[in-house]
Each structure stands twice: as C-alpha cells, then as structure tokens.
T-cell receptor, first 111, second 116 residues
C-alpha cells in the first residue's frame, strides 16, 4: 500500500526566497505524480503532473522533479511571493491504484 | 460550466440522518473520483468511476456510504445513518483517460459536511 510523507509539515519564509518542498513515497511503481495547492477552505488546484517517464516539469516559477527509484519528488518555488501561501500536496498514482495524497506542507510567505 | 462543481457547499445534518452530495464533473471527463478530507490532512480516496460503473470502491469506509453515476456524468455520494465521525469536506475530482492511464485530476470546491 502506497504511503506518502511530506517534509516539512510547515514552512515560513520571507518574500523572495527560493524554496523546496519534499515528497516521499514508498511504492516506486507509480504511473504519475501530481502536485496541488490548497487555499484555506477551498478545493485543490492542480499545479503540475509528472508522468513516470519524465524527470521534471516546469510551470512558471514552479519546477517539480521526480526520482522514481528513490521514491521522491520535489517542488521548487522560485522567488516566492505572499500569494504562494497555501498548503501544497503531492499525490503519486501507482499502477492499478488511485492517487494517494500526502499530508501536505503548509507554506507561509511573509511580505 | 468550465470546472467541477459540487452542491451543496455546506451541509449540516443531525446524527442518524441521510444525506446526498452532488458532483458535476467537467464535460467530457470519463473518470470521476470522490475523496474525503479531514482537517489538517490530505484527501482520502473513497471511490472512482470510469463512465457509469464504480471501477474502485475500496476506499468507502463502510456500507453506509454509497455512490452512483447513472449516466456517466453527474455523481451522487449518499451517506446513510450519518455519524459525527462523518464530518469532513467531501471533494470530487474528474479527469480524462488516456491509453494506459489517466490525465491530471481537476477538483471541485468541496462540500463541508457537519454532523451534529
């Protein structure tokens, strides 16, 4: 059964910093992995989807990498802004199974 | 609409009552998912539909929970004899399907269920 952890659980940084959020999963036989952000009281917004054959995906200031063999994915946020404050969730999808979500990293970017 | 919609946005009910939560996926999305999210945790998978059929209902916690998608579009999650522990945000997501797998999921805003 897939288990997902995310480190750190919470992070507070000043505006402008580059930062890395980590996601680890136990079953490396994944089909893809998706990163989401969730604002308080809201649903999830898709950020990036990485297929198992890919090493990384980029969207604007966001870059997600995937290392299947080590069961890790990282989300890199460049030049952080207060609007980036949210909870970030990763969700790998194993073959024959559905997405399993990590507990999330709660990010606060201070102006 | 352009995105996944869920109704109601909030539902307060009394213990023992029956509730229905509705999800309207993105047009053309054949895959539909229900999740439950408790405070401070990531979403927990409940059930997945491919078309009209439940392809995986392994996440439903017990037989009080049931979901349908009769025409392959709108889905209804039904909870009988609600308990206080059922209180959570219920999220719905949809995606398209490609050969050998699935594309990214798009989520609705959720229904906050409170059982008193």
């Amino acid at each position: 059964k897939q288990e997902v952890t995310q480190i750190p659980a919470a992070l507070s940084v000043p505006e402008g910093e580059n930062l890395v959020l980590n996601c680890s999963f136990t079953d490396s036989a994944i089909y893809n992995l998706q990163w989401f952000r969730q604002d308080p009281g809201k649903g999830l917004t898709s950020l990036l989807l990485i297929q198992s054959s890919q090493r990384e995906q980029t969207s604007g200031r966001l870059n997600a990498s995937l290392d299947k063999s080590s069961g890790r994915s990282t989300l890199y946020i460049a030049a952080s802004q207060p609007g980036d404050s949210a909870t970030y969730l990763c969700a790998p999808r194993s073959y024959g199974q559905n997405f399993v979500f990590g507990p999330g990293t709660r990010l606060s970017v201070l102006p | 609409g352009a995105g996944v919609s869920q109704t109601p946005s909030n539902k307060v009910t009394e213990k023992g009552k029956y509730v229905e939560l509705r999800c309207d996926p993105i047009s053309g999305h054949t895959a539909l998912y229900w999740y439950r999210q408790s405070l401070g945790q990531g979403p927990e998978f409940l059930i997945y539909f491919q078309g009209t059929g439940a392809a995986d209902d392994s996440g439903l916690p017990n037989d009080r929970f049931f979901a349908v998608r009769p025409e392959g579009s709108v889905s209804t999650l039904k909870i009988q004899r609600t308990e206080r522990g059922d209180s959570a945000v219920y999220l719905c997501a949809s995606s398209t399907r490609v050969a050998g797998g699935y594309n990214e999921q798009f989520f609705g805003p959720g229904t906050r269920l409170t059982v008193l």
